[in-house]
C-alpha cells in the first residue's frame, strides 16, 4: 500500500482556500487534514464548521477532521454535519473515550484517536480494536510549522506491534514537522498515513511535493 498523505489545511492559503482544495483534489494527496483549535486545550485557535462546511464544497476527497478541543462529545453531531468523513478525538479530552468513539462511529464516521507526544501508546490497549485510526502528535498540538520530535518514531513502532498482535484494522497517521526525511523515517517504522502542512504549503510545487511523500512506501525501503 502507497503512503496516505493528508495535507494539512491549516498553513494553506485562507484568502483563497478553493484554490487551494482544488490543488489538493488534482493532486496525490488522499485526504484533507483539518486542524480544529479551541484555544482551551491547545493555544491557539484554528477555525470551525463554516470553514469546514466551505472545504467540504469544493473536495472530491475525504476530510480527515483532527480535532483539538475540550468537550468533543457536544459537537459530534456537528463535524457530522459540516462533512467530517474521519473524525480524529484526542485521548487527553476524554473521559470516557469508548463511548466517544461508538458516538463518532454511530454518526457514520470514521473513528480515529490522537495522542500528545507524552502519552504512552499502550494506553490503547483495551480500545484498539475498535479505532479506524491512531495519530501520533509529532510535535505539541497547537501550530504548525514545529521541529519534529524523534520519539514519535519509537511511538510508530510500538504501535504497528500493538496492531499487528490485535489484529486491529486501525490505521497508523503521524502528525507535525512532517517532510521528506522525517517521513521516510515514520513510514518504515511503520506508518500508513503522513499529514503535512508547511512542508507542502511552503514548498514552490505543492502537488509534486505531495506525490513525493505520497511515493515513500515502507515495501521501497527493504
Ligand atoms: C498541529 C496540527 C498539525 C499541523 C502540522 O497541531 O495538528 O496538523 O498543521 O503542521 P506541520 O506539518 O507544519 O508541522
Ligand atoms: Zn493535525
Redesign the pocket.
Given at each position: 500500500m502507497s503512503t496516505i498523505v493528508s495535507p494539512?489545511m491549516?498553513?494553506c492559503d485562507f484568502a483563497n482556500i478553493q484554490r487551494d482544495v482544488e490543488m489538493i483534489n488534482n493532486s496525490q494527496a488522499d485526504w484533507f487534514?483539518i486542524?480544529v483549535?479551541d484555544g482551551v486545550f491547545?493555544p491557539?485557535i484554528s477555525f470551525g464548521f463554516p470553514i469546514i462546511s466551505a472545504i467540504k464544497k469544493h473536495a472530491t476527497k475525504p476530510l480527515d477532521v483532527?480535532i483539538?478541543i475540550e468537550n468533543p462529545d457536544d459537537y459530534l453531531t456537528e463535524f457530522k454535519n459540516c462533512g467530517t468523513d474521519i473524525l480524529t478525538v484526542h485521548y487527553e479530552a476524554c473521559r470516557h473515550l469508548h463511548r466517544t468513539i461508538q458516538a463518532i462511529k454511530s454518526l457514520g464516521m470514521k473513528a480515529g484517536v490522537a495522542l500528545n507526544p507524552h502519552t504512552p501508546v499502550d494506553l490503547l490497549k483495551d480500545i484498539i480494536d475498535d479505532l479506524d485510526l491512531v495519530l501520533i502528535?509529532s510535535?505539541?498540538?497547537?501550530?504548525?510549522?514545529?521541529k519534529?520530535i524523534p520519539n514519535a518514531i519509537n511511538k510508530v513502532k510500538e504501535l504497528k506491534s500493538l496492531i499487528t498482535k490485535s489484529k486491529s484494522k486501525a490505521l497508523i497517521e503521524v502528525?507535525?514537522?512532517?517532510n521528506i526525511d522525517t517521513g521516510r523515517l515514520l513510514v518504515e517504522a511503520g506508518a500508513d498515513a503522513l499529514?503535512?502542512?508547511?512542508?507542502?504549503f511552503g514548498s514552490s510545487n505543492p502537488s509534486k511535493t505531495i506525490e513525493e511523500l505520497k511515493q515513500l512506501n515502507s515495501t521501497e525501503l527493504i
Open positions: 494539512s491549516l498553513s487534514h486542524d483549535m491547545v491557539n483532527h483539538m502528535m510535535v505539541n498540538p497547537g501550530f504548525g510549522g514545529q519534529f502528525d507535525g514537522g512532517v499529514v503535512a502542512g508547511s512542508f507542502v
